[in-house]
């Protein structure tokens, strides 16, 4: 069964930086495509970013795009969420999930297999 491992979160000051991992088992990279999800307290999950390793494809929401970078180790079978220039905005609990089709989607409902979250807080 496809498993995925989130980790990497803490606690951070605004401007700082985090790195998250996504470790998946079972499954091939280059055959999904994986996306990050955030959800702060009282609001909906959303979309942060995905990638497609197959073809390099990237996705970022408006929110954190020329902050966060997402990057994949196919020989590591793991993805990345380099965080920089954190808001206390961006405080939310981190999911990684998994779609087993070569397409970006940045909505929660196309994705089949989700790891546990990662708490990432970040102060002012």
């Known amino acids: 069964e496809v498993q995925l491992q989130a980790s990497g979160g803490g606690l951070a000051q605004a401007g700082g930086s985090l790195r998250l991992s996504c470790a998946a088992s079972q499954l091939h990279l280059d055959d999904y495509a994986i996306g990050w999800f955030r959800q702060a307290p009282g609001k909906e999950r959303e979309g942060v970013s995905c990638i497609d390793s197959s073809s390099g494809s990237k996705y970022y929401a408006d929110s954190v795009k020329g902050r966060f970078t997402i990057s994949s180790d196919n020989a590591k079978n793991t993805v990345f969420l380099q965080m920089n220039s954190l808001k206390p905005e961006d405080t939310a609990v981190y999911y990684c999930?998994?779609?087993?089709?070569?397409?970006?989607?940045?909505?929660?409902?196309?994705?089949?297999?989700w790891g546990q979250g990662t708490l990432v807080t970040v102060s002012s």
């Open positions: 999930a998994a779609r087993l089709v070569n397409l970006l989607s940045s909505r929660d409902r196309d994705y089949r297999y």
